[in-house]
């Protein structure tokens, strides 16, 4: 029996998507996803409120590739406008009251989407395959 050559590819995992972009990877031990509020994005909505639709999502998505909040090594926090920036902190404060957070940083960005206030992208440890 020979060993057969593994590709790069095939130790990558992708979660749902389509044929533009999965919903996450994880490669390495190591998953990576973006996460927005809830689709469609309602723009009647604060950013706080997006943000608590986002992070429910985004716990449901560690959850699917094996990881969690707890377990996030980096999240970038893309805002449409800077100046809710606290509000979002108020938010995002309760969630990981009970971790320890990971790194983050947090940018002014122009969305996909004019009804959309806040995206992140996350990058966290995955437990390894079973």
């Known amino acids: 029996m020979t060993d057969m050559p593994v590709s790069p590819a095939d130790l990558i995992a992708r ?16 998953g990576y996803f973006a996460v927005t509020p809830q689709a ?14 986002l992070l429910t999502k985004a716990e449901a998505r560690l959850t699917e590739i094996g990881s969690s909040k707890g377990a996030l090594l980096f999240v970038a926090i893309l805002l449409k406008d800077i100046r809710d920036v606290a509000a979002f902190n108020a938010v995002w404060d309760g969630w990981v009251a009970d971790v320890a957070p990971p ?8 969305l996909a989407s004019p009804d959309m206030k806040i995206e992140m992208i996350m990058i966290a440890s995955c437990a390894a395959p079973a």
């Open 40 to 53: 469609p994005y309602d723009g009647s909505l604060s950013t706080a409120e997006q943000a608590a639709q």
């Open 103 to 110: 790194a983050r940083a947090c940018f002014q960005s122009e």
């Open 15 to 30: 979660f749902g998507g389509s044929a533009r972009a999965a919903l996450a990877t994880v490669a390495n031990g190591t």
